[in-house]
Protein backbone atom coordinates (compact mmCIF):
# COMPACT_ATOMS: atom_id res chain seq x y z
CA UNK A 1 0.00 0.00 0.00
CA UNK A 2 1.70 3.67 -1.15
CA UNK A 3 1.79 6.12 1.83
CA UNK A 4 -0.64 9.17 0.99
CA UNK A 5 -1.46 12.25 3.13
CA UNK A 6 -4.64 11.03 4.28
CA UNK A 7 -5.16 7.29 5.70
CA UNK A 8 -6.44 5.03 2.76
CA UNK A 9 -8.47 3.03 5.30
CA UNK A 10 -10.66 6.01 6.32
CA UNK A 11 -11.35 7.19 2.74
CA UNK A 12 -12.18 3.52 1.68
CA UNK A 13 -14.39 2.77 4.68
CA UNK A 14 -16.65 6.21 3.72
CA UNK A 15 -16.63 5.41 0.58
CA UNK A 16 -18.24 2.44 1.28
CA UNK A 17 -20.47 3.59 3.98
CA UNK A 18 -21.70 7.04 1.95
CA UNK A 19 -22.67 4.59 -1.00
CA UNK A 20 -21.93 6.49 -3.79
CA UNK A 21 -22.34 4.53 -6.72
CA UNK A 22 -19.74 6.17 -9.07
CA UNK A 23 -17.97 8.69 -7.85
CA UNK A 24 -17.67 10.30 -11.16
CA UNK A 25 -21.82 11.14 -11.42
CA UNK A 26 -21.65 12.68 -7.78
CA UNK A 27 -23.20 15.83 -7.39
CA UNK A 28 -21.16 18.92 -6.34
CA UNK A 29 -23.33 18.53 -3.15
CA UNK A 30 -22.68 15.17 -2.69
CA UNK A 31 -18.74 15.23 -3.24
CA UNK A 32 -18.80 18.36 -0.20
CA UNK A 33 -19.99 16.03 2.01
CA UNK A 34 -18.01 13.43 1.56
CA UNK A 35 -15.08 15.01 1.91
CA UNK A 36 -16.68 17.05 5.25
CA UNK A 37 -17.27 13.72 6.50
CA UNK A 38 -13.80 12.25 5.73
CA UNK A 39 -11.98 15.68 7.05
CA UNK A 40 -13.74 14.81 10.14
CA UNK A 41 -13.20 11.22 11.07
CA UNK A 42 -9.47 11.54 9.47
CA UNK A 43 -8.72 14.82 11.09
CA UNK A 44 -6.93 16.01 8.18
CA UNK A 45 -8.16 19.15 6.22
CA UNK A 46 -8.98 19.12 2.42
CA UNK A 47 -7.53 21.13 -0.16
CA UNK A 48 -11.03 21.98 -0.97
CA UNK A 49 -11.82 23.07 -4.65
CA UNK A 50 -15.05 21.26 -5.66
CA UNK A 51 -16.99 23.67 -4.67
CA UNK A 52 -17.44 27.37 -6.53
CA UNK A 53 -18.17 29.22 -3.21
CA UNK A 54 -16.72 32.90 -2.82
CA UNK A 55 -13.75 33.00 -1.12
CA UNK A 56 -13.52 36.73 -0.26
CA UNK A 57 -15.10 38.67 2.04
CA UNK A 58 -18.79 40.38 1.13
CA UNK A 59 -18.13 44.58 0.52
CA UNK A 60 -18.57 46.36 3.31
CA UNK A 61 -20.86 49.16 1.17
CA UNK A 62 -23.28 46.48 0.41
CA UNK A 63 -23.48 44.92 4.37
CA UNK A 64 -24.08 48.61 5.96
CA UNK A 65 -26.24 49.47 3.45
CA UNK A 66 -28.90 46.50 4.58
CA UNK A 67 -28.10 47.35 7.83
CA UNK A 68 -29.30 50.86 7.48
CA UNK A 69 -32.22 49.55 5.73
CA UNK A 70 -32.90 47.45 8.38
CA UNK A 71 -32.69 49.53 11.08
CA UNK A 72 -35.38 51.79 9.04
CA UNK A 73 -37.77 49.10 9.06
CA UNK A 74 -37.72 47.44 5.71
CA UNK A 75 -37.97 43.92 6.63
CA UNK A 76 -41.77 44.55 7.58
CA UNK A 77 -42.65 45.71 4.20
CA UNK A 78 -43.00 43.38 1.36
CA UNK A 79 -40.41 44.74 -1.74
CA UNK A 80 -42.05 45.29 -5.18
CA UNK A 81 -42.15 42.15 -6.78
CA UNK A 82 -39.86 43.59 -10.21
CA UNK A 83 -37.56 45.44 -7.59
CA UNK A 84 -36.54 48.81 -5.78
CA UNK A 85 -36.80 51.44 -8.14
CA UNK A 86 -33.21 52.48 -7.34
CA UNK A 87 -31.88 49.16 -7.98
CA UNK A 88 -33.34 49.07 -11.03
CA UNK A 89 -31.97 51.97 -12.35
CA UNK A 90 -28.62 51.13 -10.78
CA UNK A 91 -28.75 47.63 -12.87
CA UNK A 92 -29.29 49.56 -16.42
CA UNK A 93 -26.45 51.90 -15.44
CA UNK A 94 -24.13 48.46 -14.76
CA UNK A 95 -24.98 47.08 -17.89
CA UNK A 96 -24.86 50.48 -19.51
CA UNK A 97 -21.15 51.08 -18.15
CA UNK A 98 -19.87 47.54 -18.03
CA UNK A 99 -21.42 45.93 -21.02
CA UNK A 100 -22.01 49.07 -23.45
CA UNK A 101 -26.05 47.99 -23.95
CA UNK A 102 -28.83 49.54 -23.32
CA UNK A 103 -31.80 47.63 -21.10
CA UNK A 104 -34.61 50.24 -19.81
CA UNK A 105 -34.74 50.22 -16.07
CA UNK A 106 -38.34 48.23 -15.89
CA UNK A 107 -36.78 45.56 -17.91
CA UNK A 108 -34.29 45.16 -15.14
CA UNK A 109 -35.50 42.95 -12.29
CA UNK A 110 -33.54 41.90 -9.10
CA UNK A 111 -34.01 37.91 -8.19
CA UNK A 112 -33.15 34.89 -5.98
CA UNK A 113 -29.68 34.42 -7.20
CA UNK A 114 -29.67 33.75 -10.90
CA UNK A 115 -30.32 30.06 -10.13
CA UNK A 116 -34.07 31.88 -9.79
CA UNK A 117 -33.54 34.27 -13.11
CA UNK A 118 -32.75 31.19 -15.05
CA UNK A 119 -35.73 29.47 -13.67
CA UNK A 120 -38.24 32.10 -14.86
CA UNK A 121 -36.46 32.29 -18.14
CA UNK A 122 -37.03 28.43 -19.04
CA UNK A 123 -40.23 28.78 -17.47
CA UNK A 124 -41.87 31.31 -19.52
CA UNK A 125 -39.35 31.41 -22.56
CA UNK A 126 -39.93 27.83 -22.82
CA UNK A 127 -43.57 28.23 -23.19
CA UNK A 128 -43.88 30.92 -25.57
CA UNK A 129 -44.43 28.47 -28.30
CA UNK A 130 -45.37 24.82 -28.11
CA UNK A 131 -43.16 23.95 -31.44
CA UNK A 132 -40.39 25.51 -29.03
CA UNK A 133 -40.29 22.90 -26.49
CA UNK A 134 -36.02 22.39 -25.87
CA UNK A 135 -33.41 24.42 -24.38
CA UNK A 136 -29.88 24.06 -25.74
CA UNK A 137 -26.96 24.06 -23.55
CA UNK A 138 -23.64 25.47 -24.89
CA UNK A 139 -21.68 22.98 -22.68
CA UNK A 140 -19.87 22.47 -20.75
CA UNK A 141 -21.93 24.10 -18.16
CA UNK A 142 -23.05 24.47 -14.50
CA UNK A 143 -25.44 20.78 -13.63
CA UNK A 144 -28.21 23.17 -11.83
CA UNK A 145 -29.71 24.40 -15.28
CA UNK A 146 -30.02 21.22 -16.34
CA UNK A 147 -32.26 20.05 -13.36
CA UNK A 148 -34.62 23.15 -13.83
CA UNK A 149 -34.85 22.38 -17.44
CA UNK A 150 -35.90 18.27 -16.48
CA UNK A 151 -37.93 19.44 -13.33
CA UNK A 152 -40.43 21.68 -15.59
CA UNK A 153 -41.00 18.84 -17.96
CA UNK A 154 -38.90 20.72 -21.20
CA UNK A 155 -37.14 18.89 -23.43
CA UNK A 156 -32.57 19.79 -23.54
CA UNK A 157 -29.60 19.53 -25.93
CA UNK A 158 -26.43 19.99 -25.47
CA UNK A 159 -22.87 20.09 -26.87
CA UNK A 160 -19.61 20.06 -25.88
CA UNK A 161 -18.07 23.40 -27.69
CA UNK A 162 -14.25 21.85 -27.11
CA UNK A 163 -14.40 20.83 -31.07
CA UNK A 164 -16.66 23.74 -32.06
CA UNK A 165 -14.53 27.24 -31.08
CA UNK A 166 -14.54 30.08 -33.45
CA UNK A 167 -15.95 30.01 -36.51
CA UNK A 168 -16.53 26.30 -36.57
CA UNK A 169 -19.51 26.98 -34.20
CA UNK A 170 -21.86 28.42 -36.72
CA UNK A 171 -21.92 25.54 -38.25
CA UNK A 172 -22.98 23.12 -35.43
CA UNK A 173 -24.97 25.87 -33.68
CA UNK A 174 -26.94 26.20 -37.06
CA UNK A 175 -27.50 22.59 -37.26
CA UNK A 176 -29.10 22.38 -34.03
CA UNK A 177 -31.10 25.38 -34.63
CA UNK A 178 -32.23 24.96 -38.04
CA UNK A 179 -34.70 21.89 -36.88
CA UNK A 180 -37.03 24.73 -34.99
CA UNK A 181 -37.25 23.31 -31.58
CA UNK A 182 -35.26 25.07 -29.87
CA UNK A 183 -36.96 28.20 -27.05
CA UNK A 184 -33.39 29.48 -25.45
CA UNK A 185 -29.53 28.66 -25.75
CA UNK A 186 -27.77 29.05 -22.37
CA UNK A 187 -24.26 29.02 -21.79
CA UNK A 188 -22.42 30.70 -19.13
CA UNK A 189 -19.02 32.93 -19.96
CA UNK A 190 -16.68 33.18 -18.80
CA UNK A 191 -17.51 29.53 -18.52
CA UNK A 192 -18.06 27.35 -15.45
CA UNK A 193 -16.41 25.06 -15.68
CA UNK A 194 -14.32 25.33 -18.33
CA UNK A 195 -13.05 29.11 -17.94
CA UNK A 196 -13.15 29.35 -21.65
CA UNK A 197 -14.42 33.01 -22.81
CA UNK A 198 -16.33 33.39 -25.69
CA UNK A 199 -13.89 35.73 -28.38
CA UNK A 200 -16.38 38.51 -29.94
CA UNK A 201 -16.42 36.43 -33.30
CA UNK A 202 -18.01 33.40 -31.29
CA UNK A 203 -20.97 35.72 -29.46
CA UNK A 204 -21.42 37.32 -32.83
CA UNK A 205 -22.22 33.92 -34.65
CA UNK A 206 -24.93 32.75 -31.89
CA UNK A 207 -26.41 36.59 -31.46
CA UNK A 208 -26.89 36.29 -35.09
CA UNK A 209 -28.04 32.94 -35.57
CA UNK A 210 -30.51 33.41 -32.40
CA UNK A 211 -31.84 36.46 -34.42
CA UNK A 212 -32.18 34.53 -37.16
CA UNK A 213 -33.88 31.68 -35.90
CA UNK A 214 -35.92 33.37 -33.40
CA UNK A 215 -34.80 31.81 -30.70
CA UNK A 216 -33.68 33.32 -27.30
CA UNK A 217 -30.16 33.50 -25.90
CA UNK A 218 -29.72 33.16 -21.75
CA UNK A 219 -26.35 34.64 -21.38
CA UNK A 220 -25.38 33.68 -17.91
CA UNK A 221 -22.68 36.31 -16.77
CA UNK A 222 -22.17 34.48 -13.37
CA UNK A 223 -18.62 35.39 -13.54
CA UNK A 224 -19.05 38.89 -14.85
CA UNK A 225 -15.79 40.65 -15.77
CA UNK A 226 -13.66 37.98 -14.37
CA UNK A 227 -11.93 37.24 -17.95
CA UNK A 228 -8.39 39.45 -16.49
CA UNK A 229 -6.84 39.17 -19.13
CA UNK A 230 -8.57 42.43 -20.25
CA UNK A 231 -9.09 44.79 -17.91
CA UNK A 232 -12.51 45.60 -17.33
CA UNK A 233 -12.87 47.45 -14.58
CA UNK A 234 -13.74 50.88 -15.80
CA UNK A 235 -17.44 52.20 -16.02
CA UNK A 236 -17.73 53.68 -18.95
CA UNK A 237 -14.48 52.98 -20.69
CA UNK A 238 -13.28 50.17 -23.46
CA UNK A 239 -13.32 47.37 -23.03
CA UNK A 240 -16.41 46.15 -21.93
CA UNK A 241 -17.48 42.68 -20.63
CA UNK A 242 -17.80 40.80 -24.31
CA UNK A 243 -22.10 40.15 -24.49
CA UNK A 244 -24.07 38.73 -26.82
CA UNK A 245 -26.55 41.53 -26.47
CA UNK A 246 -24.11 43.79 -28.60
CA UNK A 247 -25.60 41.15 -31.44
CA UNK A 248 -28.80 40.47 -31.00
CA UNK A 249 -32.42 42.08 -29.42
CA UNK A 250 -33.09 38.29 -28.44
CA UNK A 251 -31.30 38.39 -25.20
CA UNK A 252 -31.48 37.87 -21.19
CA UNK A 253 -28.37 38.78 -18.89
CA UNK A 254 -28.76 36.69 -16.04
CA UNK A 255 -25.95 38.35 -13.70
CA UNK A 256 -24.94 36.76 -10.29
CA UNK A 257 -24.09 39.06 -7.17
CA UNK A 258 -22.63 35.57 -5.50
CA UNK A 259 -19.49 35.78 -7.50
CA UNK A 260 -18.20 39.13 -9.03
CA UNK A 261 -19.38 40.78 -5.62
CA UNK A 262 -19.07 38.12 -3.28
CA UNK A 263 -22.73 38.32 -2.02
CA UNK A 264 -23.93 34.20 -2.47
CA UNK A 265 -25.25 34.29 1.30
CA UNK A 266 -27.69 36.84 0.35
CA UNK A 267 -29.42 35.11 -2.54
CA UNK A 268 -29.60 37.83 -5.39
CA UNK A 269 -29.14 38.45 -8.51
CA UNK A 270 -29.98 40.50 -11.71
CA UNK A 271 -32.40 39.53 -14.47
CA UNK A 272 -31.70 42.19 -17.43
CA UNK A 273 -34.19 41.27 -20.33
CA UNK A 274 -33.61 42.70 -23.38
CA UNK A 275 -36.58 45.98 -24.26
CA UNK A 276 -38.09 43.63 -27.43
CA UNK A 277 -38.15 40.42 -26.04
CA UNK A 278 -39.77 41.91 -22.65
CA UNK A 279 -42.60 43.69 -24.27
CA UNK A 280 -43.33 41.08 -26.47
CA UNK A 281 -46.83 39.25 -26.90
CA UNK A 282 -47.20 35.23 -27.21
CA UNK A 283 -50.45 33.45 -27.54
CA UNK A 284 -48.58 30.37 -26.18
CA UNK A 285 -47.96 31.70 -22.56
CA UNK A 286 -52.44 32.00 -22.02
CA UNK A 287 -51.96 28.29 -21.73
CA UNK A 288 -50.04 29.06 -18.37
CA UNK A 289 -50.38 32.45 -17.21
CA UNK A 290 -53.51 34.74 -17.61
CA UNK A 291 -51.61 37.35 -19.85
CA UNK A 292 -49.56 37.00 -22.86
CA UNK A 293 -47.00 39.59 -22.86
CA UNK A 294 -43.48 37.85 -21.24
CA UNK A 295 -42.56 40.26 -18.89
CA UNK A 296 -45.49 40.52 -17.09
CA UNK A 297 -45.08 36.42 -16.87
CA UNK A 298 -41.74 37.09 -15.86
CA UNK A 299 -42.46 39.28 -13.10
CA UNK A 300 -46.04 38.97 -12.11
CA UNK A 301 -46.35 35.55 -12.73
CA UNK A 302 -43.47 33.68 -12.15
CA UNK A 303 -41.20 35.57 -9.98
CA UNK A 304 -44.46 36.32 -7.57
CA UNK A 305 -45.22 32.84 -7.73
CA UNK A 306 -41.97 31.30 -6.84
CA UNK A 307 -39.94 33.57 -4.48
CA UNK A 308 -41.88 37.06 -4.95
CA UNK A 309 -38.15 38.93 -5.35
CA UNK A 310 -35.55 38.48 -3.08
CA UNK A 311 -35.01 40.37 0.44
CA UNK A 312 -35.97 43.80 0.54
CA UNK A 313 -32.86 43.97 2.32
CA UNK A 314 -30.39 42.83 0.19
CA UNK A 315 -32.06 44.72 -2.40
CA UNK A 316 -30.91 47.82 -0.59
CA UNK A 317 -27.63 46.45 -0.15
CA UNK A 318 -26.92 45.67 -4.22
CA UNK A 319 -28.46 49.04 -5.06
CA UNK A 320 -25.94 50.86 -2.71
CA UNK A 321 -23.06 48.64 -3.87
CA UNK A 322 -24.02 49.44 -7.81
CA UNK A 323 -23.94 53.06 -7.45
CA UNK A 324 -20.52 52.93 -5.74
CA UNK A 325 -19.84 51.41 -8.76
CA UNK A 326 -21.44 52.97 -11.09
CA UNK A 327 -19.93 55.92 -10.01
CA UNK A 328 -16.58 54.96 -10.00
CA UNK A 329 -15.73 54.72 -6.28
CA UNK A 330 -15.69 51.20 -5.50
CA UNK A 331 -13.84 48.90 -8.04
CA UNK A 332 -15.47 45.12 -7.54
CA UNK A 333 -12.80 44.26 -10.32
CA UNK A 334 -9.70 44.78 -7.99
CA UNK A 335 -11.04 42.75 -4.97
CA UNK A 336 -11.87 39.74 -7.47
CA UNK A 337 -8.62 39.59 -9.13
CA UNK A 338 -7.50 37.57 -6.24
CA UNK A 339 -9.17 34.84 -8.02
CA UNK A 340 -6.51 35.25 -11.25
CA UNK A 341 -3.50 35.50 -9.25
CA UNK A 342 -4.48 32.04 -6.98
CA UNK A 343 -5.19 30.23 -10.50
CA UNK A 344 -2.18 31.13 -11.73
CA UNK A 345 0.01 29.99 -8.65
CA UNK A 346 -2.08 26.67 -8.57
CA UNK A 347 -2.26 25.91 -12.21
CA UNK A 348 1.80 25.80 -12.53
CA UNK A 349 1.60 23.45 -9.34
CA UNK A 350 -0.50 21.03 -11.18
CA UNK A 351 1.42 20.85 -14.26
CA UNK A 352 4.40 20.60 -12.79
CA UNK A 353 3.21 17.62 -10.94
CA UNK A 354 2.42 15.80 -14.31
CA UNK A 355 -1.52 17.15 -14.43
CA UNK A 356 -2.21 18.65 -17.70
CA UNK A 357 -4.90 21.48 -18.49
CA UNK A 358 -8.24 20.30 -20.41
CA UNK A 359 -9.72 23.19 -21.56
CA UNK A 360 -7.05 24.95 -22.55
CA UNK A 361 -6.70 27.64 -25.26
CA UNK A 362 -9.30 30.49 -26.34
CA UNK A 363 -8.65 29.46 -29.90
CA UNK A 364 -5.53 31.17 -30.20
CA UNK A 365 -4.96 32.28 -26.94
CA UNK A 366 -3.88 30.26 -23.55
CA UNK A 367 -7.09 29.97 -21.39
CA UNK A 368 -7.51 32.73 -18.73
CA UNK A 369 -6.45 32.36 -15.13
CA UNK A 370 -10.06 32.75 -13.22
CA UNK A 371 -12.26 31.17 -10.06
CA UNK A 372 -12.07 27.93 -12.21
CA UNK A 373 -9.72 25.21 -14.52
CA UNK A 374 -10.30 21.63 -15.76
CA UNK A 375 -7.23 18.97 -15.41
CA UNK A 376 -6.57 15.62 -16.54
CA UNK A 377 -4.12 13.11 -15.68
CA UNK A 378 -2.43 11.50 -18.92
CA UNK A 379 -3.64 7.62 -18.89
CA UNK A 380 -6.23 8.17 -16.03
CA UNK A 381 -10.24 8.39 -16.53
CA UNK A 382 -11.74 11.32 -14.58
CA UNK A 383 -13.83 8.71 -12.38
CA UNK A 384 -10.79 7.10 -11.32
CA UNK A 385 -8.57 10.74 -10.75
CA UNK A 386 -11.28 11.86 -8.95
CA UNK A 387 -11.52 9.22 -6.39
CA UNK A 388 -7.45 8.52 -6.31
CA UNK A 389 -6.81 12.40 -5.26
CA UNK A 390 -8.49 11.94 -2.29
CA UNK A 391 -6.25 10.02 -0.78
CA UNK A 392 -4.45 12.86 -1.26
CA UNK A 393 -6.44 15.47 0.50
CA UNK A 394 -7.78 17.26 -2.57
CA UNK A 395 -11.04 17.67 -3.96
CA UNK A 396 -12.48 18.89 -7.00
CA UNK A 397 -15.68 17.41 -8.89
CA UNK A 398 -15.93 15.56 -12.50
CA UNK A 399 -16.44 16.99 -15.66
CA UNK A 400 -18.80 14.63 -16.46
CA UNK A 401 -21.55 16.22 -15.08
CA UNK A 402 -21.23 19.20 -16.72
CA UNK A 403 -21.99 17.90 -20.28
CA UNK A 404 -18.40 17.73 -21.09
CA UNK A 405 -17.09 14.96 -23.52
CA UNK A 406 -13.69 14.96 -22.06
CA UNK A 407 -14.77 12.66 -19.72
CA UNK A 408 -10.76 12.03 -18.37
CA UNK A 409 -11.25 15.30 -16.98
CA UNK A 410 -12.14 17.07 -13.55
CA UNK A 411 -13.16 21.07 -12.65
CA UNK A 412 -10.91 22.55 -10.02
CA UNK A 413 -12.33 25.75 -8.43
CA UNK A 414 -9.22 28.26 -6.71
CA UNK A 415 -11.67 30.33 -4.43
CA UNK A 416 -11.37 28.22 -0.97
CA UNK A 417 -7.74 27.95 -1.28
CA UNK A 418 -6.00 29.85 0.99
CA UNK A 419 -2.37 31.39 0.15
CA UNK A 420 -1.11 29.54 3.70
CA UNK A 421 -2.09 25.87 2.15
CA UNK A 422 0.00 26.70 -1.28
CA UNK A 423 2.85 24.56 0.48
CA UNK A 424 0.35 21.55 1.67
CA UNK A 425 -0.90 21.57 -1.70
CA UNK A 426 2.52 21.71 -3.58
CA UNK A 427 3.45 18.71 -1.19
CA UNK A 428 0.34 16.77 -2.16
CA UNK A 429 0.54 17.07 -5.64
CA UNK A 430 4.52 15.93 -5.48
CA UNK A 431 3.45 12.89 -3.37
CA UNK A 432 0.94 12.23 -6.12
CA UNK A 433 2.96 12.47 -8.60
CA UNK A 434 5.70 10.46 -6.98
CA UNK A 435 3.03 7.62 -6.40
CA UNK A 436 1.75 7.85 -10.30
CA UNK A 437 4.74 8.23 -12.57
CA UNK A 438 4.08 9.48 -15.73
C1 LIG B 1 -22.56 29.48 -14.24
C2 LIG B 1 -23.32 29.71 -12.99
N1 LIG B 1 -24.55 30.20 -13.06
C3 LIG B 1 -25.28 30.44 -11.95
C4 LIG B 1 -24.78 30.17 -10.70
C5 LIG B 1 -25.63 30.42 -9.51
O1 LIG B 1 -25.63 31.73 -9.14
P1 LIG B 1 -26.49 32.27 -7.90
O2 LIG B 1 -25.69 32.03 -6.67
O3 LIG B 1 -26.67 33.72 -8.19
O4 LIG B 1 -27.82 31.54 -7.91
C6 LIG B 1 -23.50 29.65 -10.58
C7 LIG B 1 -22.96 29.32 -9.26
O5 LIG B 1 -22.02 28.60 -9.08
C8 LIG B 1 -22.76 29.42 -11.76
O6 LIG B 1 -21.53 28.91 -11.71
Redesign the pocket.
Same mark, same amino acid.
Given at each position: MKNTPINSEIVDKILKEIGLKQIGKASIREIKRLINWIEEESGEKFIRMEM %?IPGLPAPKIAIEAEKAALDAGVAALYPDLDGLPILKKEIARFIFNYLNVEVAPLCCIPTV %? !???A *?YAIFMVVGRMNPKKDTVLFIDP %??P?HKQLVKMLGLKQENFDVYNHRGRKLKEKLESCLEKGNISTILY !?NPN?PSWICFTAEELKIIGELATKYDVVVAE?L *?YFAMDFRQDLSKPGVPPFQPTVASYTKNFVL?I !? *? !??AFSY #?GQ?I #?MLAVSDLLFGLEQKGLLNYYSYSSVGHCLVHGTIYSTTAGPSHSAQYGIAALLKAINDGTYDFVKEIREYGERAKIVKKMFLDNGFRIVYDTDIDQPIADGFYFTIYYPGYTGEYLLKELLYYGISAISLSITGSERAEGLRACVSLIQRNQFEMLEERLQCFHENHPN
Open positions: %G %G !SIN *A %GFV !SND *AL !S *A !SK #AR #A
